[in-house]
Nanobody, 125 residues
Framework: QVQLVESGGGLVQAGGSLRLSCAASGGAFRWHVMGWFRQAPGKEREFVAGIAWIGGHTKSADSVKGRFTISRDNAKITVFLQMNSLKPEDTAVYYC??????????????????WGQGTQVTVSS
């Protein structure tokens, strides 16, 4: 069974850091790209960052560049999102997603085939 399991969310003060993890199993070999998305209450889901398993090139949303870093551990089939200098506007449910798009990192959620259950990140001011 294909699974993506996020962890690492929580409550943090503005300026603080969190590290999210996404562990993939059950067919992860099919996936070429892993992405992080987030959805705040009343807002649309938005792309945060993505990484290709092969080569490791990355893409990030302008809103998080310089603050968030996506990385991977191929052996553990796990993707990380290191979030620094967090702001209250980063508050959202963060989702891990997987795509079979080769080396192309999509920014649209519809191009991802599998999703995790999400983890809540709350940044207090």
């Amino acid at each position: 069974q294909v699974q993506l399991v996020e962890s690492g969310g929580g409550l943090v003060q503005a300026g603080g850091s969190l590290r999210l993890s996404c562990a993939a199993s059950g067919g992860a070999f099919r996936w070429h790209v892993m992405g992080w998305f987030r959805q705040a209450p009343g807002k649309e889901r938005e792309f945060v960052a993505g990484i290709a398993w092969i080569g490791g090139h990355t893409k990030s949303a302008d809103s998080v560049k310089g603050r968030f870093t996506i990385s991977r551990d191929n052996a553990k089939i796990t993707v990380f999102l290191q979030m620094n200098s967090l702001k209250p506007e980063d508050t959202a449910v963060y989702y891990c997603a997987a795509a079979t798009t080769g080396t192309y990192i999509p920014m649209r959620g519809t191009e991802y085939s599998d999703w995790g259950q999400g983890t809540q990140v709350t940044v207090s001011s």
